[in-house]
Nanobody, 120 residues
Framework: QVQLVESGGGLVQPGGSLRLSCAVS????????MAWYRQAPGKERGLVAL???????NYADAVKGRFTISRDNDKNTVYLQMNSLKPEDTAVYYC??????????????WGQGTQVTVSS
């Protein structure tokens, strides 16, 4: 059974930084694609960033230049470094494991989510 456990969320002031982590177990981490999604109150869950098994990345336009996704295959962990945070980045952030085929990502498993709040 695949398990994904997020950590690193919290309250941060505008302009600040946070790093989210997602520890994965129950799968061959090195061959799967990973993604971060987020869901703000009253809004649909949306893709934030993707990373393939070989390190290709893709970002939502709203976070390009501010967020960086990375992975450590030795630690079975994916990260999301978030800089220059804005109030509109406030959301529950979810880690996902899945398949990235051509331009489409298919999520197979989800974490429980971690809250990120950007406020002064």
């Amino acid at each position: 059974q695949v398990q994904l456990v997020e950590s690193g969320g919290g309250l941060v002031q505008p302009g600040g930084s946070l790093r989210l982590s997602c520890a994965v177990s129950g799968t061959d981490f090195s061959i799967v694609a990973m993604a971060w999604y987020r869901q703000a109150p009253g809004k649909e869950r949306g893709l934030v960033a993707l990373i393939s098994s070989d390190g290709r990345v893709n970002y939502a336009d709203a976070v390009k230049g501010r967020f960086t996704i990375s992975r450590d295959n030795d630690k079975n962990t994916v990260y999301l470094q978030m800089n220059s945070l804005k109030p509109e980045d406030t959301a529950v952030y979810y880690c996902s494991q899945g398949r990235w085929q051509r331009s489409l990502y298919f999520a197979d498993s989800w974490g429980q989510g971690t809250q990120v709040t950007v406020s002064s």
